[in-house]
Every structure is written in structure tokens, then in C-alpha cells.
């Protein structure tokens, strides 16, 4: 609705050399969404959506706000490189808890996306902030 050409699980576009792009992301390799229009006019991001249990015996000494900002970093040294340096786009971790938290990047997708419906709707930011909330949530 307010974003061009966009896909779910696209593919990652194939590395000509191996030394081209380092990451643990293989060949034949998947994101989440791709789409055009949503930072900027025509400009391209694909996204890599993530869900973690807070209860798990890696994150269950820890608190959810430390445990979305290690999966978003490990997303973007996986992904992120690769996706910017061979696919010529920008890339965003989308990250969420299973019981309902929100990573920052993700929180900042969900605000732009409601801001552009808002926008295009002629509705109020906070209804719409609220759908997209509500739409998105996971508990």
C-alpha cells in the first residue's frame, strides 16, 4: 500500500567470489521482506525478521532489551554486509520477543510504516501506529 515491489523471501543475489562478501549467510540464502520506497523515494531495503523466547537458557539471564540489541547486531553482521555490498540496498533486523518486546530497528519500521499510512489514509498517526501494532504483534 505504501511501498513498491514488495516481496517476501527474496532471494539474496549470488556472490561471484567467496572472498566478495564474508557473513554466514550461504548461497540460496533468504530474507524476510524486500521493498522499495519505504526510507526514501525509490530506495530499496530488504529485511531479515527475526522472534526470540526470553524464557530461552541464552537470553534467561538477561533482559529483552540487551538480548533484541545482540540479535540485531548479529543479524547485521550476518546479513547486513552482504545485503549492502552485493545487493546495493539498505538492510534492517526486524527483531521481536515471542512474549511481545520490540528491537529498536523494528520499533523504527512499525513508526515509518505508520507515518506513511497516516499519510496516505488522511487518518491519525496514533490509530494507525495502533493498527500496525496490532497487526504486527506476535502474543
Known amino acids: ?4 515491489g514488495v516481496e517476501t523471501e527474496p532471494g539474496l543475489v549470488p556472490v561471484a567470489s567467496s572472498r566478495a562478501v ?10 524476510g521482506i ?13 529485511f531479515d525478521v527475526g522472534v526470540f523466547h526470553p524464557g530461552a537458557d541464552s537470553c534467561r539471564d538477561r533482559d529483552v532489551g540487551s538480548v533484541c540489541n545482540r540479535h540485531e547486531n548479529v543479524e547485521r553482521r550476518e546479513c547486513g554486509r552482504r545485503v549492502i555490498r552485493v545487493g546495493g540496498c539498505g538492510f534492517a533486523p526486524l527483531v521481536y520477543s515471542a512474549l511481545g518486546g520490540v528491537a529498536p530497528q523494528a520499533r523504527a519500521f512499525h513508526r515509518r510504516i505508520a507515518e506513511l499510512v497516516a499519510e ?6 496514533r490509530d494507525v501506529i495502533g493498527a500496525v501494532r496490532t497487526k504486527l504483534s506476535f502474543a
Open 22 to 31: 564474508s557473513g554466514g549467510v550461504g548461497e540460496g540464502a533468504r530474507l
Open 1 to 4: 500500500e505504501v511501498c513498491h
Open 34 to 46: 524486500s521493498a522499495r520506497g519505504l526510507w526514501g523515494p525509490f530506495r530499496g531495503t530488504m
Open 120 to 125: 496516505r489514509a488522511g487518518e491519525g498517526y
